[in-house]
């Protein structure tokens, strides 16, 4: 049983036949993944061949117009193999942050190729000398997610005097730049190479100095979508990836898997039965508003129109909730199999703590309900939550 991979799937331009071996590759690599604590290159370029990382390029650069919704079904898809490439391939919508660099730098940047591989770390903006033409750039930034396979990045920087309304300051650099640190240790997502970057003295050129979330210099759907509603999307559809891949377990032993005590199997206890009806239940709801919402502001946005305040913060709240949702379905899941799931080679103990570091995120956390509710009762919310 695999209710997500049913659906949608049609409308996706990607080939089916290639898309499933390439995922049971991934089931397969989950240890390799892990141990080395990235994701291997060569899967890296699969997604490439695949056009995922073209899915936000113009399509005037090269990109294949993909729709947020398809993009989104995709990395729910590869999440279900392994969450920390999930994590990983969700950065394929990153190009999206080149958006307000001048369109002359874009066409520089994809005169090669529009499956470039771009990859930051924002957080903390570290200040910035201005000199003639441009900047020079020292500091170090935590969580750049997928910098090992990365062939540009951008780092967070401030420049005295400047103002950008909230929205971070971003220096975009080849990755020779940057030094990668591998610093991260973590009990979930622990193949998502969020190592810390390393920038020092590096001069970065004005037509590489972008506002995260401004205007795009080019006209085009997938630039025009919000870019923080939709960062915060591809990390919710991890963590709903990885708890169907936790269902899904839980029904593959639910009827060879035998009690030590001699009780009867999973599949024929009550409270089993009881617990995956609402697991169930619980998903395919946040599944369905999440969508919903992705569909009705992408087809706003490409008519042309401004997405109004209030469907920005169902963006925001659905993948929250839906973040939410899929971590408390998989812990589910890992109760009601007992002791089985806490063995560290079992994959619920996998599910169980990638669930629970996506829930964690800035993007997901408890903060981002509070901006919700300040939507719904008129204040303002913090800078850059409808960016």
């Not at 999973?266 to 999440?290: M, P, T, Y």
């Not at 890992?334 to 103990?349: D, Q, R, V, Y």
Request: one cysteine or more.
């Amino acid at each position: 049983m695999n209710i997500q991979s049913n659906t949608g799937i049609d409308a996706l331009p990607l080939d089916e036949k290639a898309f499933v071996s390439h995922l049971d590759d991934l089931r397969e690599r989950r240890d390799e993944f892990r141990d080395q604590r990235y994701i291997s290159q060569d899967v890296i370029e699969t997604w490439q061949a695949f056009g995922l990382y073209r899915s936000f390029v113009p399509r005037q650069l090269g990109g294949n117009g993909m729709q947020a919704a398809d993009f989104l079904r995709y990395i729910e898809r590869i999440s279900e193999a392994d969450g920390s490439a999930g994590w990983v391939a969700s950065f394929g919508f990153a190009s999206k942050y080149l958006s307000s660099l001048p369109s002359e730098t874009l066409n520089k940047v994809y005169s090669e190729s529009p499956d470039l591989v771009f990859a930051g770390a924002i957080y903390p903006p570290q200040p910035a000398e201005k000199v003639e033409g441009g900047v020079k750039v020292t500091g170090r930034w935590k969580f750049g997610s997928g910098c090992m396979g990365a062939s540009l990045i951008g780092v967070g920087i401030s420049v005295k005097g400047g103002e950008y309304g909230g929205l971070p300051m971003m220096a975009v650099m080849p990755t020779e730049q940057v030094t990668i640190e591998q610093t991260w240790d973590t009990i979930g997502m622990t193949a998502t190479g969020s190592h810390d970057l390393v920038v020092k003295d590096q001069f970065v050129p004005d037509e590489f100095l972008c506002v995260r979330g401004a205007a795009p210099s080019i006209e085009d759907t997938g630039y025009l979508y919000p870019s923080l509603a939709m960062a915060a999307q591809v990390l919710a559809v991890t963590g709903s990836g990885v708890a169907r891949a936790a269902i899904d377990h839980v029904l593959s032993v639910a009827h060879s898997s035998k009690s030590i005590t001699g009780a009867p199997s999973f599949g024929d206890r009550q409270n089993v039965q009881i617990h995956l009806g609402e697991c169930e239940a619980k998903l395919e709801s946040a599944r369905a508003w999440f969508y919903d919402r992705t569909r009705v502001a992408w087809e706003c946005v490409d008519a042309g129109e401004e997405l109004s305040r209030e469907l920005n913060m169902q963006l925001r709240l659905s993948a929250s909730h839906l973040a939410r949702t899929g971590a408390d379905v998989t812990r589910t899941c890992f109760e009601m199999t007992g002791t089985m799931g806490i063995f560290n080679a079992h994959p619920l103990s996998r599910f169980l703590t990638d669930s629970m570091v996506t829930a964690q995120h800035a993007f997901l956390a408890e903060g981002t309900f509070m901006n919700a509710g300040k939507v719904m009762v008129g204040h303002d919310q913090m800078p850059g939550y409808d960016a």
